[in-house]
């Protein structure tokens, strides 16, 4: 069975025109910019607070590297 991971990368550009009619026939040709700008949206907040998730782990390994290094000398 294949797995959600490995299926995705394997779609290709006639499967993402595929997944574009299909998404034309379901939701209707009116809609589509609608949920298309949510999806958009949705994705760049995702990413921000992964972003912003990143960098707070970075600030934090970075104070325990200094304040091992103060401990050391």
Known sequence: ???VENALPNIGFPGLILILIAALIVIGP????EIGRAAGNSLR????AASG???DISD???K??????KESK
């Open 60 to 62: 934090e390994i970075a």
């Open 64 to 69: 325990d590297i200094e304040k091992a290094k």
């Open 45 to 48: 907040e995702f990413k921000k």
């Open 30 to 33: 009116s809609k589509l910019p």
């Open 53 to 55: 998730i990143s960098n």
């Open 1 to 3: 069975m294949i797995g």
